[in-house]
T-cell receptor, first 114, second 109 residues
Framework: DADVTQTPRNRITKTGKRIMLECSQT?????MYWYRQDPGLGLRLIYY???????NKGEISDGYSVSRQAQAKFSLSLESAIPNQTALYFC?????????????FGEGSRLTVL | GQNIDQPTEMTATEGAIVQINCTYQ??????LFWYQQHAGEAPTFLSY??LDGLEEKGRFSSFLSRSKGYSYLLLKELQMKDSASYLC??????????WGAGTKLIIKP
């Protein structure tokens, strides 16, 4: 089983619908992140959380919200999806205070908004 | 502003050597990362450099020059499975990663 699991892996929805992408991890890491990836662009940070009580906006948080339900769970919500939120979404984790701060990514959630 | 530049696409031959360059501008600097991403899959960590010089790890090596804001990833003895995108990312003074758009590496037999 993957250490960082995202559900759903694929989702097609309509404009205006509420969507939740879920992420759970078994690595025991404190830090969790949500990124989106679009063709021709680098990964862009949506939100990040350094522990259950710490939530921070990334560079593109508008139109998104998150919830850190537990150390192992971090969900991303689109309250009213729009077509330009069509993208590949990645959850990632990292360990606090390591030499490299290496990120461990989930397998991705491909979202299509019609 | 903060920026990471790397070539969009490169082509190389199986068994050969390829160098993927990356230039970066970040507000402060806490290291330079390289990740590999196969099509439709998650990025996976390859290397991290925070000091100038070359870090070697098997067939892959990564180089950093902080004074030039420059890094490269060197892949030797290329194999077909090395066909992937290679993502360069700089870590700024807030320990946030700034990502390049990735270099798609195509390996030909």
């Amino acid at each position: 089983d993957a250490d960082v699991t995202q559900t759903p892996r694929n989702r097609i929805t309509k404009t205006g619908k509420r969507i939740m992408l879920e992420c759970s991890q078994t690595k025991g890491h404190d830090r969790m992140y949500w990124y989106r990836q679009d063709p021709g662009l680098g990964l862009r940070l949506i939100y990040y959380s350094f522990d259950v009580k710490d939530i921070n906006k990334g560079e593109i948080s508008d139109g998104y919200s998150v919830s850190r339900q537990a150390q192992a769970k971090f969900s991303l919500s689109l309250e009213s999806a729009i077509p330009n939120q069509t993208a590949l979404y990645f959850c990632a984790t990292s360990e606090l205070d390591t030499d490299t701060g290496e990120l461990f990514f989930g397998e991705g959630s491909r979202l299509t908004v019609l | 502003g903060q920026n990471i530049d790397q070539p969009t696409e490169m082509t190389a031959t199986e068994g050969a050597i390829v160098q993927i360059n990356c230039t970066y501008q970040t507000s402060g600097f806490n290291g330079l990362f390289w990740y590999q991403q196969h099509a439709g899959e998650a990025p996976t960590f390859l290397s991290y450099n925070v000091l100038d010089g070359l870090e070697e790890k098997g067939r892959f090596s990564s180089f950093l020059s902080r004074s030039k804001g420059y890094s490269y990833l060197l892949l030797k003895e290329l194999q077909m499975k090395d066909s992937a995108s290679y993502l360069c990312a700089g870590m700024d003074s807030n320990y946030q990663l700034i990502w390049g758009a990735g270099t798609k590496l195509i390996i030909k037999p």
